[in-house]
């Protein structure tokens, strides 16, 4: 009953079903089709080239890619008079009265003392009506340093009244800059952060064409930060000119107290979303025209990753290129184009691990820094020989989650990390813990 003789045409081969005779009919038949289509059909599909697989599959990354092409039109970075749809009516937005409030309630739980987050508790009318009365910034900064390992960074704090001015744009800002913002940049983002950073370059790692890899380091990035480069990625997506003339007066001011002709001031929340929109600029521009296959951003830090040496080396030069073009200068001597992890003939393993955000990542796990592993170590130490305050107790939970997302969990069992320990932790941070010890 099924198929069909070599005499009938289309009719022959496996698929057909003959059903025109009786139950006793019985006979043989030789069917067949070839499997080679039809040459008419073989021409007609010739121009019909497959897909090419994209290295970043997401929807997310591929809404980004094609927003990077609108916004990228013109050659230059941020050119003026560019044809995009720019955003408008920031100012009043800014300062609506609620708007200030809510800035001011933000700001006073990002307050590390109790002090200040009572104060900005107590005088929250006033220092609206202030802002209100006068929203210009003043330009008081107070100067401190704070040691990051081996580095001294120099850290500018405005006033109260500039904070809140601060807090008030961004705000209005960062529902417009996210979604145009590159995907995978994890700095000072709600949602983002050093650990989700590893993990985008931990999947990077683990693509079947990752064979090589390099950073990329931007030198003194805050305090050589460009005014001009501010402005102009100011212009390429805001037309307010009231808020741009705010800008400009919160970039003199820090001249004028720093005593330079550019640079943000570190300490400042417009300065870091200035500073990601910049970067935004360099990354898709690396994507479109140096072609990287692989990149993640985390502030100044830049991770590449490719297929081949020499590939990736012409990448990195053309993306070195981009970020001069924007004023930024690079360190020369960390941009080395080294092999991940990978096992030899002999079943040794070499390569180099990818260090970011205090993680050494491989391809099969992530470790953590040695100096971060020896700062959390000295933590667990004089949480368990001292009376635990609020104090340390933040610092220790500052450093849970790096314990965490690495594999570096056994200094749980090493320093009898239990959950009565992290009880207590909790408790200091309340101001509840009288235990002398723990």
């Known amino acids: 009953m099924v198929g069909g003789n070599y005499n009938n045409g289309s009719n022959d081969g496996p698929v057909y079903f003959n059903l025109n005779n009786d139950w006793g009919n019985a006979n043989y038949n030789i069917g067949l089709r070839p499997f080679l289509p039809h040459p008419a059909q073989i021409i007609e599909r010739k121009h019909i080239s497959a897909p090419m697989r994209s290295l970043d599959e997401s929807p997310e990354i591929q809404h980004q890619k094609r927003l990077g092409r609108f916004i990228l039109e013109e050659p230059e970075l941020c050119k003026e008079g560019a044809s995009m749809r720019r955003v408008g009516d920031i100012h009043e937005k800014a300062f609506d009265k609620a708007n200030i409030l809510a800035a001011i309630d933000s700001l006073s739980k990002s307050k590390a003392s109790k002090e200040a987050r009572e104060y900005l508790k107590k005088n929250r009318e006033s220092l609206a009506e202030d802002v209100l009365a006068n929203p210009h910034f003043d330009g008081r900064f107070r100067r401190f340093k704070r040691k990051e390992g081996q580095k001294v960074r120099d850290v500018f704090e405005p006033s109260i009244h500039d904070q809140i001015i601060a807090k008030a744009i961004v705000r209005v800002i960062i529902p417009i800059l996210r979604p145009r913002e590159y995907f995978h940049s994890y700095a000072a983002m709600a949602g983002k952060g050093p650990i989700l950073a590893r993990n985008a370059v931990a999947r990077y790692l683990k693509r079947d064409w990752a064979r090589w890899f390099c950073k ?104 070195r290129a981009i970020l001069a073009s924007m004023g930024f200068r690079l360190h020369d001597e960390l941009d080395d184009v080294k092999p991940l992890e990978y096992v030899d003939k002999r079943g040794k393993r070499r390569g180099e691990a990818v260090d970011i955000c205090g993680y050494r990542v491989y391809k099969r796990l992530s470790t953590l820094r040695r100096s971060l592993y020896k700062k959390i170590r000295r933590c667990i130490i004089r949480m368990k020989a001292r009376k635990p305050d609020e104090r340390r107790a933040k610092r220790f939970f500052s450093f849970y989650g790096f314990l965490l997302h690495s594999a570096s969990r056994k200094v749980f069992e090493i320093y009898g990390i239990t959950e009565q320990f992290i009880e207590r932790a909790k408790a200091a941070l309340k101001g509840e813990n009288t235990c002398k010890s723990c």
């Not at 003339?245 to 979303?273: K, P």
């Open 216 to 319: 990329i380091d931007v030198v003194r990035c805050f305090p050589t930060f460009p005014h001009r480069l501010v402005l102009s990625c100011y212009d390429r997506i805001f037309k307010d000119p009231k808020v741009r003339e705010l800008i400009v007066e919160d970039l003199q001011a820090y001249s004028r107290f720093a005593g330079t002709e550019d640079g943000l001031a570190l300490g400042e929340v417009t300065s870091q979303e200035w500073c990601n929109l910049a970067m935004t600029f360099a990354c898709f521009r690396a994507k479109q025209e140096a072609k990287v296959p692989g990149l993640v951003e985390y502030m100044d830090d830049f991770v590449l990753v490719g297929r081949s040496k020499r590939e990736l080396t012409k990448q990195r030069d053309a993306f």
